[in-house]
């Protein structure tokens, strides 16, 4: 299983100077924490925000705030203009039919709810079965309990292996029951796992299943090309890809989508409305009722292009090198088991990780001390970290802004905060 992005081992390395060129576009970087310099690795929860998509906000406020569509004046209809133009944007940037299949949402988490609520009650009977995996993020998870629960289907989850990776002979013998969904995520939040994500559509498909990816970890990490994937919704948010938080993106096979009835009822949505009924709108305002997220999806469409700026080979190869030199400086510490030790070049750069004798929450906080900012606990995935039988773990995440010495620091401050604890060797 390789990384979808596949930097060879003769893609080149940024030079230090271009990374330190990187730095200068992302302001927080620059800050201090109790002191000293802040080093960020939580980029997993959410990426910080180059200047360029910060301005596209203020842009935005300062010169064009209107509400969109329908208004008769030259801010509503510039503001338009930008909206729609961020929708085109992103169905380019993962390779949409149309910008008619992009649907605005406030985060990966409203944009899987939508599909359970609107395609789920109206596809989903009793008796049939969902299928979803034990390395689901929580919003990958609940809403499909809570469709089971309402209509009496049944939701098994594949089972994830000792390595982190999905148990496919699980997987094909649920497949063989001819499941109405099948829920995935793309890479693991906990485990950076890539799953073969194309692979498990492409059979899922073969027993007629509607099949949901969960992209969240993905987007900001490497291209995704919806049609080439062959699933039927996709969803991300803007927060975890450089963008503003508050914003997110489903995307949904335009046949799918028409057959959907609309999810919540408002302005925008509809065609019509007299006093004893309504006619939906068109894709994709149908499932956009009431004022939409204006400034967050223009600011989306400035970080889509602020990535483009990149070859995204090179940002890759350099997160892979990062993440190496993490792990290895994890391997020599005694006590810690890192989760999911697969080969660098097959997963995200997302290292969870846990210290015999001591909890999460204190070497999160001993690190935070330092100006290191990591996460700690389940990470929205209480089943998986339970089927791992720990408490909650560590979770550094790397983003291609960070740099070798983020690496280096953070490896001798878990070191300190090791000592201090009293770490018994295992």
């Not at 988490?109 to 390395?135: C, P, R, S």
């Not at 990490?221 to 049609?227: A, R, S």
Request: one cysteine or more; hydrophobic letters at 45%.
């Amino acid at each position: 299983m390789s990384n979808p992005v596949s930097p060879s081992p003769t893609t080149p390395l940024p030079e230090a100077a271009t990374v330190e060129r990187w730095r200068e576009d992302f302001p927080i970087l620059h800050r201090r924490v109790y002191g000293r310099p802040l080093i960020y690795l939580d980029n997993a929860a959410t990426t910080q925000k180059p200047r360029q998509v910060i301005e596209a906000l203020t842009e935005f406020y300062e010169n064009r705030n209107a509400n969109v569509h329908r208004g008769a004046h030259a801010l509503s209809t510039e503001a338009t203009d930008c909206f729609e133009t961020a929708r085109v944007t992103v169905a380019r940037w993962i390779h949409a039919a149309s910008e008619k299949e992009v649907l605005w949402t406030r985060g990966t988490t409203e944009a899987i709810n939508l599909v359970a609520q609107a395609w789920g009650n109206a596809f989903v009977k009793e008796g049939d079965l969902l299928v979803a995996t034990q390395m689901e993020h929580h919003a990958n998870l609940v809403p499909w309990q809570m469709l089971a629960r309402r209509s009496g289907a049944e939701l098994a989850l594949v089972p994830v292996r000792d390595d982190g990776t999905l148990d496919r002979e699980r997987y094909r013998q649920l497949l063989e029951r001819r499941p109405r969904l099948v829920a995935l995520a793309h890479v693991s939040n906990t485990l950076g796992t890539i799953n073969p994500v194309a692979e498990l559509i492409a059979e899922a498909k073969a027993v007629g299943a509607t099949v949901l990816i969960d992209g969240a970890q993905a987007v900001g990490h490497f291209p995704v090309d919806v049609q080439a994937l062959g699933c039927d919704f996709y969803a991300f948010s803007g927060h975890k890809m450089l963008g503003p938080t508050g914003i997110g993106v489903l995307w949904g096979r335009q046949e799918v989508l028409e057959a959907m009835p609309p999810w919540q009822g408002g302005g925008e949505m509809i065609a019509w409305v007299d006093e004893h009924g309504f006619a939906p709108n068109e894709l994709p305002y149908k499932f956009e009722a009431g004022t939409p997220p204006i400034a967050e999806a223009i600011a989306l469409g400035a970080a889509i292009d602020y990535l483009r700026q990149f070859d995204r080979a090179q940002l890759a190869a350099w997160e892979t090198h990062l993440y190496r030199r993490l792990r290895d400086g994890l391997a020599a510490i005694d006590g810690l088991r890192l989760l999911a030790d697969l080969p660098p070049e097959g997963k995200a750069p997302i290292a969870s990780f846990h210290v015999a004798g001591t909890h999460p929450a204190d070497l999160g906080t001993l690190l935070d001390t330092q100006g290191i900012a990591v996460r700690v606990g389940h990470h929205c995935t209480m089943p998986l970290i339970a089927r791992y039988g720990l408490p909650g773990t560590v979770r550094a995440s790397i983003a291609f802004y960070n740099n070798a010495s983020d690496i280096d620091q953070t490896l001798s401050a878990l070191s300190r905060a090791l000592e201090r604890l009293g770490a018994p060797a295992p």
